[in-house]
């Protein structure tokens, strides 16, 4: 990462921070590691990104309907999917520091200051991805420990090459359920929602009456004991996840896979966030379940990142828990009279991840000086009107004079229909400057003239221009700017 773009992530850190978006989780106690708490802003942001999922995924689409399963699931869950037994990243330790990384970001990070030599270093930071990437998919352990040492891979807290052999490791959390403390009442926080859909899947079908190709859709918490979770809520031990599993017939995956493969990146465009923002990213490795895979990556300022997966996840999941329950798992597809286990693409995203995609992408600070004036800056949030937290804010522009009434009517007729904010304290420029750096995109504020003509000034939060509107205007052309 340069310094420019580190500067920009720590400057977002701090902004989320300062306007109520994203508190570090238990501050009073010094935090708890990779763990976050949302503020009013942000939880209201993060709220509208769901929605504005869930929306399209559901009500846009007459074949998907949404669930909302349970954390905690039957402990079996995790044996069928293959979580207890594969859920595990190769890991590496330094005896020096002390240290634990993930063999895979520890080599990713010498590419990088590779890559940071020129045109020499970025052929060999090519040539040690390469190689990485070929022992991964083969699981080669012993390889990859060859591969750090010959590199002279150093730790950086210690700065020696003094490791560990490789070592796998669980993600899952685990905890106890009734007051026995035996195996038997090991239970796990779900690592991933999508367990949740499988094992519903009949009762859906059923209830739901739903003929293939359908989905089913839920967003909920999912925890996994990361062990590298330095980046803010990039890589978080508790997160939100928004999964829909996409049920079709067995032979029919690569064009569902095609389909929703551009679908999604759609979606992400559908917010206005330029394209080239975006990239996709073929799996080399593939997960214990997937038959092809890949991630949708958008550029944060510490990289091209993943903040989607699309997996085609054949029957495994439904065929294991069919094995593991014995409780038949088939579809009777009357279009060609044949049972079988559906196949399953799946789309999931990180919600927090998509909301750390949306402030990198809306945190801007604007130079505002003029030619021969005082130094000017503002710090704007350009948050998409759909997703922004407060759409509108009413500002009189003094505290009297019968403003404040005219303004409080306006709240009365806008707030039942989006997110509105009322302020009348301090000077409307300092106001204005607030309502950017949290995002809204419309700020109207009644001055004397309003109670002339009933018109008021409706201020753009993106290019700052101003217009005049009449009092009865304002709902509509709100209404028809945020959708
Ligand atoms: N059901 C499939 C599944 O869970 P994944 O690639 O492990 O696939 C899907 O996770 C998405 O969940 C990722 O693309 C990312 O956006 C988000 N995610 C995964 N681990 C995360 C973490 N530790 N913190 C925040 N988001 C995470």
């Given at each position: 990462?340069?310094?420019?773009?580190?500067?920009?992530?720590?400057?977002?850190?701090?902004?989320?921070?300062?306007?109520?978006?994203?508190?570090?989780?238990?501050?009073?106690?010094?935090?708890?590691?990779?763990?976050?708490?949302?503020?009013?802003?942000?939880?209201?942001?993060?709220?509208?990104?769901?929605?504005?999922?869930?929306?399209?995924?559901?009500?846009?689409?007459?074949?998907?309907?949404?669930?909302?399963?349970?954390?905690?699931?039957?402990?079996?869950?995790?044996?069928?999917?293959?979580?207890?037994?594969?859920?595990?990243?190769?890991?590496?330790?330094?005896?020096?520091?002390?240290?634990?990384?993930?063999?895979?970001?520890?080599?990713?990070?010498?590419?990088?200051?590779?890559?940071?030599?020129?045109?020499?270093?970025?052929?060999?930071?090519?040539?040690?991805?390469?190689?990485?990437?070929?022992?991964?998919?083969?699981?080669?352990?012993?390889?990859?420990?060859?591969?750090?040492?010959?590199?002279?891979?150093?730790?950086?807290?210690?700065?020696?090459?003094?490791?560990?052999?490789?070592?796998?490791?669980?993600?899952?959390?685990?905890?106890?359920?009734?007051?026995?403390?035996?195996?038997?009442?090991?239970?796990?926080?779900?690592?991933?929602?999508?367990?949740?859909?499988?094992?519903?899947?009949?009762?859906?079908?059923?209830?739901?009456?739903?003929?293939?190709?359908?989905?089913?859709?839920?967003?909920?918490?999912?925890?996994?004991?990361?062990?590298?979770?330095?980046?803010?809520?990039?890589?978080?031990?508790?997160?939100?996840?928004?999964?829909?599993?996409?049920?079709?017939?067995?032979?029919?995956q690569?064009?569902?896979?095609?389909?929703?493969?551009?679908?999604?990146?759609?979606?992400?465009?559908?917010?206005?966030?330029?394209?080239?923002?975006?990239?996709?990213?073929?799996?080399?490795?593939?997960?214990?379940y997937?038959d092809?895979?890949?991630?949708?990556?958008?550029?944060?300022?510490?990289?091209?990142?993943?903040?989607?997966?699309?997996?085609s996840r054949t029957d495994y999941?439904?065929?294991?828990?069919?094995?593991?329950?014995?409780?038949?798992?088939?579809?009777?597809?009357?279009?060609?009279?044949?049972?079988?286990?559906?196949y399953v693409?799946?789309?999931?995203?990180?919600?927090?991840?998509?909301?750390?995609?949306?402030?990198?992408?809306?945190?801007?600070?604007?130079?505002?000086?003029?030619?021969?004036?005082?130094?000017?800056?503002?710090?704007?949030?350009?948050?998409?009107?759909?997703?922004?937290?407060?759409?509108?804010?009413?500002?009189?522009?003094?505290?009297?004079?019968?403003?404040?009434?005219?303004?409080?009517?306006?709240?009365?007729?806008?707030?039942?229909?989006?997110?509105?904010?009322?302020?009348?304290?301090?000077?409307?420029?300092?106001?204005?400057?607030?309502?950017?750096?949290?995002?809204?995109?419309?700020?109207?504020?009644?001055?004397?003239?309003?109670?002339?003509?009933?018109?008021?000034?409706?201020?753009?939060?993106?290019?700052?221009?101003?217009?005049?509107?009449?009092?009865?205007?304002?709902?509509?052309?709100?209404?028809?700017?945020?959708?």
């Amino acid at each position: 990462m340069s310094i420019q773009d580190n500067n920009r992530f720590q400057a977002i850190i701090s902004h989320a921070k300062e306007y109520g978006f994203v508190f570090q989780s238990s501050e009073i106690y010094d935090g708890l590691s990779a763990v976050y708490d949302y503020g009013p802003y942000g939880s209201e942001l993060k709220k509208n990104i769901r929605d504005y999922w869930w929306k399209s995924m559901t009500q846009m689409h007459d074949n998907i309907v949404g669930i909302d399963a349970a954390i905690f699931m039957h402990p079996t869950t995790w044996k069928a999917s293959g979580h207890v037994d594969n859920f595990s990243d190769p890991m590496i330790d330094n005896k020096d520091s002390k240290k634990r990384y993930r063999v895979d970001h520890l080599i990713e990070a010498h590419a990088d200051k590779l890559k940071e030599k020129g045109a020499e270093g970025e052929g060999q930071a090519a040539a040690l991805l390469d190689a990485m990437d070929q022992l991964l998919a083969k699981e080669d352990f012993a390889g990859l420990k060859q591969l750090i040492d010959d590199n002279k891979i150093v730790c950086s807290v210690s700065e020696t090459c003094n490791w560990t052999d490789i070592r796998q490791f669980n993600l899952m959390f685990s905890t106890e359920i009734g007051s026995v403390a035996d195996d038997a009442s090991t239970i796990y926080l779900r690592p991933e929602t999508a367990q949740g859909i499988f094992v519903n899947f009949l009762n859906v079908q059923k209830t739901a009456r739903m003929k293939i190709p359908f989905g089913i859709a839920q967003t909920g918490k999912a925890f996994r004991n990361e062990i590298v979770a330095r980046q803010f809520i990039f890589r978080m031990r508790e997160f939100e996840q928004m999964e829909m599993q996409f049920f079709i017939r067995p032979g029919t995956q690569k064009e569902w896979y095609e389909y929703w493969k551009e679908t999604r990146l759609k979606w992400h465009l559908s917010l206005g966030i330029p394209a080239e923002k975006y990239r996709y990213h073929d799996h080399v490795k593939l997960a214990h379940y997937a038959d092809a895979a890949l991630d949708i990556e958008y550029e944060f300022p510490i990289g091209f990142k993943e903040v989607e997966g699309i997996h085609s996840r054949t029957d495994y999941d439904l065929g294991r828990h069919q094995q593991f329950s014995n409780k038949k798992l088939t579809y009777f597809d009357t279009e060609i009279n044949q049972h079988y286990v559906p196949y399953v693409i799946e789309t999931s995203i990180g919600l927090d991840r998509m909301f750390l995609l949306v402030l990198s992408h809306a945190y801007d600070e604007e130079d505002l000086t003029k030619e021969g004036g005082p130094k000017d800056s503002r710090v704007v949030l350009r948050i998409p009107p759909a997703i922004a937290p407060i759409k509108l804010a009413v500002l009189p522009l003094t505290k009297k004079d019968g403003l404040p009434e005219i303004a409080r009517q306006i709240m009365d007729d806008c707030r039942p229909h989006f997110r509105c904010f009322y302020e009348e304290k301090d000077a409307i420029g300092r106001r204005y400057r607030r309502q950017d750096a949290i995002g809204t995109p419309f700020c109207i504020t009644v001055d004397h003239q309003t109670k002339d003509d009933g018109t008021v000034t409706i201020r753009h939060r993106d290019s700052m221009l101003q217009e005049r509107i009449h009092i009865t205007e304002i709902r509509n052309k709100l209404a028809h700017e945020i959708n």
